[in-house]
C-alpha cells in the first residue's frame, strides 16, 4: 500500500462537505416524497442512487485515513465521522425503501415531521462541515451541535406521540406493523444526526 507523506488535509475536507451535501440532498429526496407521495419507484430510485455515492464518499475517506500519513484530526475520529454520517443517508435511505416494499397508501403526518426534522439536522451538519477546516471556526460549530441535539428532542417526543397514536388508533394489524417499522428508521436517522453532533463536539473539544 502506496503512504502518502504529506498530509492531504484539504481532500479530508473537500470529501466531508461532499457527504455533507450528499446527506442533504437525501433528506429533502425523502422529505420531498412524504409530501408529494407520487412516481414513488422512481423516487426511491432516485434516494438509492444518492445512497450509493455518499458510500463511495466513505470508502474514500476510510481509503485516505489509511494512506495519509499525517491527518488533520486523530483517525479514530474521522473515522468516526465519516461513519455516522454515512448512517444517517443509510436511514433516510431505508425508510423510503420500506414505504416502497410495505406499498404504503400514503405517509402520515409524523412520518413527514420525523422526515423533516432529519432534513433540519443535516442543513445544521453541513454548515458544520464547512467550519470543520478552519481553526479559528471550530468552535463555531458547537451552535450547530445544540441545534442537531435539540431537534433531536424534538424528534423524540414527536417519535413517542407517533408510536402512541399507533396502537390507539384504527390501523388495521398490518399497517401497525408498517408504521412501526417505519418509525424506527425515522427515529435512527434522527439518532444518528445526533451522534455525527457527537462525533463534531469531540473534534472541536480536542482541537480548538
Not at 4 to 26: E, G, K, T, W
Not at 84 to 107: G, K
Not at 113 to 131: F, H, K, P, V, Y
Amino acid at each position: 500500500m502506496r503512504i502518502s507523506l504529506v498530509p492531504h488535509n484539504y481532500r479530508f475536507f473537500s470529501l466531508f462537505r461532499d457527504l455533507a451535501h450528499q446527506m442533504v440532498i437525501c433528506s429533502e429526496a425523502l422529505v420531498d416524497l412524504l409530501e408529494h407521495y407520487e412516481n414513488v419507484e422512481m423516487k426511491t430510485a432516485h434516494i438509492k442512487e444518492i445512497e450509493h455515492e455518499a458510500d463511495g464518499l466513505t470508502h474514500e475517506i476510510y481509503r485516505l485515513v489509511h494512506q495519509t500519513f499525517v491527518t488533520p484530526f486523530d483517525r479514530e475520529d474521522i473515522a468516526a465521522l465519516a461513519q455516522s454520517m454515512d448512517d444517517v443517508i443509510d436511514f433516510v435511505e431505508a425508510v423510503a425503501t420500506s414505504m416502497r416494499v410495505y406499498r404504503v397508501a400514503r405517509p402520515t403526518q409524523p412520518a413527514a415531521g420525523l422526515a423533516d426534522i432529519t432534513r433540519l439536522q443535516a442543513l445544521q451538519i453541513e454548515r458544520a462541515i464547512a467550519s470543520l477546516g478552519k481553526r479559528g471556526r471550530l468552535r463555531d460549530i458547537l451552535e450547530q451541535v445544540r441545534e442537531i441535539n435539540r431537534l433531536e428532542n424534538e424528534a423524540d417526543s414527536l417519535f413517542l406521540s407517533a408510536m402512541g397514536e399507533l396502537f390507539h388508533g384504527e390501523l388495521s394489524s398490518i399497517d401497525v406493523i408498517k408504521w412501526r417499522d417505519v418509525y424506527a428508521l425515522l427515529e435512527e436517522a434522527t439518532d444518528s444526526c445526533e451522534t455525527v453532533a457527537h462525533s463534531l463536539e469531540a473534534i472541536v473539544l480536542k482541537h480548538a
